[in-house]
């Protein structure tokens, strides 16, 4: 886990609007940490983002994460094989840098490498 020197943060968890299994994964994580206080700004259960990210037009959903994004502490993405090829991804990951904000990337159990881009960008890799 990262060396911790706030008492609270403010976490963006990536492919939250699908409420998969993934996700809850890392709430648990993040929720098994003793002394770690978080908040998420993921999307939950926004509709607009509930189904494919190329129904959104770039520049909307460029606006909508960064909303997200700018008041978190961090994203944490999980590193799915798909991360490559999806463009929400593409889009948080590319804000999370012109933002400065660390990246945080959970390998699912037994998965052993980073998508391409995680592992370019990621600050920082949980098991």
């Known amino acids: 886990m990262i060396a ?24 648990r994580l993040l929720n098994e940490q003793p002394r770690f206080r978080w908040r998420g700004y993921s999307f939950g259960g926004d509709r607009l983002l509930a189904g494919p990210d190329e129904r959104l037009p770039t ?24 991360i490559d090829r999806r463009r929400c991804v593409q889009e948080e990951i590319d804000l999370a840098v012109e933002m ?13 490498r980073l998508p391409r881009r995680l592992h370019v960008y990621a600050d920082h890799v949980a098991r």
């Open 100 to 112: 400065h904000k660390p990246i945080v990337a959970v390998l699912a159990l037994g998965q052993k």
């Open 4 to 27: 911790m020197r706030r008492s609270f943060y403010n976490v963006f968890i990536s492919h939250a609007w699908h409420r998969s299994a993934s996700y809850d994964g890392v709430v």
């Open 59 to 82: 520049r909307t959903l460029k606006a909508l994460i960064a909303g997200r994004l700018g008041r978190s502490n961090c994203p944490v993405l999980t590193a799915s094989v798909y």
